[in-house]
C-alpha cells in the first residue's frame, strides 16, 4: 500500500511564496507519475500539476508560470514549489500517484490511484 504524506502548507498573503512536500514511503517517486490536486470549499477537485516518470511536467493554465513541479529523488520527495500566490490558489491541496510511469502525467485525477491525506493552503490578500 502506497502512502503518501503532505506538509508545507500555511496561510500565506497574496504575492508569498509556498513550498509543499509529498513524502511517500516504500515508493519510488521518480519511477510513476506524480500529481498536485487542490479542492476549494464547494468546488470541484481540480489538477494543478503532475510529474511523469521521464521529468515532464504538466500544468493547469492556472498554475503555469507560477508554480513548479519536480521529484527529489535523492530524499523521495515530490514538491510542489508556488510562487506569486492568490488568493484563489486558497484551497486543500493533494499529492496523488498510481503505479504507471504515466508518460504524460495527466491532470484528471480518474489516472491516480493513491492519495494524501491533503495540507491545507491560504492566501489572503
Known amino acids: 500500500q502506497v502512502q503518501l504524506v503532505e506538509s508545507g502548507g500555511g496561510s500565506v498573503q497574496a504575492g508569498g511564496s509556498l513550498r509543499l512536500s509529498c513524502a511517500a514511503s516504500t515508493y519510488t517517486v521518480s519511477n510513476y507519475r506524480m500529481g498536485w490536486f487542490r479542492q476549494a470549499p464547494g468546488k470541484q477537485r481540480e489538477g494543478v500539476a503532475a510529474?511523469?516518470?521521464?521529468?515532464?511536467?504538466t500544468y493547469a493554465n492556472s498554475a503555469k508560470g507560477r508554480f513548479t513541479a519536480s521529484n527529489d529523488s535523492a530524499k523521495n520527495i515530490f514538491y510542489l514549489q508556488m510562487n506569486s500566490l492568490k488568493p484563489e490558489d486558497t484551497a486543500m491541496y493533494y499529492c496523488?500517484?498510481?503505479?504507471?510511469?504515466?508518460?504524460?502525467?495527466?491532470?484528471?485525477?480518474?489516472?491516480?490511484?493513491?492519495w494524501g491525506q491533503g495540507t491545507q493552503v491560504t492566501v489572503s490578500s
Open positions: 510529474i511523469d516518470s521521464s521529468g515532464r511536467t
Open positions: 496523488a500517484t498510481d503505479s504507471s510511469p504515466g508518460v504524460p502525467a495527466p491532470l484528471s485525477g480518474y489516472w491516480y490511484s493513491f
